[in-house]
């Protein structure tokens, strides 16, 4: 009896450490971003890569070498990627410095092919392009046996780290994380660094996530795709985009943040748009003078509203808590 309730206390506090984070797209608590959500104002313009070695415990394999630097630019495409190969490394500036806003700031997007084919990176950003500050990440997956090109991963074990979901979905990060950094301004990011993980289990090559644990991700991976491959980089809230930029048209939007109550007073014609945070349409309308507007119904989160005139279309967030 003693020896069935001692398994039983190993089962429950092994499942109660596992899958402690967001599901894959399209499940409930999911963060993932896909590539064309109403979220997204801009993408990375320019991305520099260092690359690393296809297999870091072969140097003669030579570099990885799949893709352009051209082709982490712009929108997330899936198919057009490069390459980092072990430990390497890209750095990508923006037209405009990145900002904290209310929830993830920018997305990095990689081209894993199912949810449960894995290739991590960590993520660091910089004011300066000097000083970089690493992200706080965590790896639950297990680590007693090597990931392989053929073991799959439950990204529910992963958080924090770039190419926690699959192709067309990006994985968000909160530049709040980062408040109070000496060095670091968070509401002037001009560089985001995507540093490939080692997936070895071997201390003396493996990658360890901020907590000591070493990060089980596939490898060796000697091809010329070999790493992480970065697909593109979403910019969430930047400098040029804020909440007065709604006085561009005649409409006000109040109270933000609210637990669910909202006001649009507009002096013109508009029709208005509410997304959630994958981009899914939850409201349309048209106003023109006073509209209340109840989403008491909706979970507590970030969501977007979308204003369009005839000459003109302006969007902003909306924080429900």
Request: aromatic share 12%; proline share 5%; with cysteine.
């Amino acid at each position: 009896m003693s020896k069935l309730l001692f398994c039983i206390i190993i089962l429950v506090s092994f499942f109660s450490k596992s899958q402690s984070f967001a599901p894959a797209p399209g499940n409930p608590g999911s963060t993932a971003i896909h590539y064309d959500s109403s979220i997204i104002i801009d993408w990375a313009s320019q991305v520099i890569v260092n690359r690393g070695p296809m297999n870091i415990l072969n140097p003669s394999s030579g570099l990885a070498s799949h893709g352009s630097e051209n082709h982490a630019i712009g929108v997330a495409t899936g198919l057009q990627v490069i390459s980092l190969g072990d430990g390497g490394e890209a750095i990508a500036t923006f037209n405009n410095p990145i900002i904290n806003g209310i929830g993830p700031d920018f997305a990095i997007f990689e081209n894993g092919f199912t949810d449960n084919y894995i290739e991590l990176a960590f993520v660091e950003v910089s004011s300066d392009g000097i000083n970089f500050f690493r992200f706080n990440s965590i790896s639950e997956t297990p680590s007693v046996i090597q990931s392989t090109n053929f073991t799959y991963t439950d990204c529910r074990y992963i958080h924090n780290l770039a190419g926690k979901y699959r192709y067309n979905y990006g994985t968000p990060f909160d530049l709040e994380e980062l408040d109070g950094l000496i060095g670091l301004d968070i509401n002037h990011i001009t560089h985001v660094k995507i540093i490939d993980v080692i997936g070895s289990i071997d201390p003396t090559y493996g990658s360890f996530d901020s907590q000591g644990n070493i990060i089980n991700d596939p490898f060796p991976t000697e091809f010329e795709t070999g790493g992480f491959d970065l697909d593109a980089i979403a910019v969430i809230h930047s400098e040029t985009q804020n909440l007065n930029q709604l006085k561009d048209i005649d409409v006000r939007f109040f109270p933000n943040p609210s637990q669910g109550d909202f006001v649009i007073q507009s002096g013109q014609e508009l029709f208005f748009t509410i997304y959630d945070f994958q981009g899914r349409k939850l409201i349309s309308g048209l106003v023109n003078g006073i509209c209340k507007l109840n989403m008491e119904k909706y979970k507590p989160g970030i969501y977007s509203i979308n204003f369009k005139s005839d000459s003109k279309s302006i969007s902003s967030k909306i924080l429900i808590y």
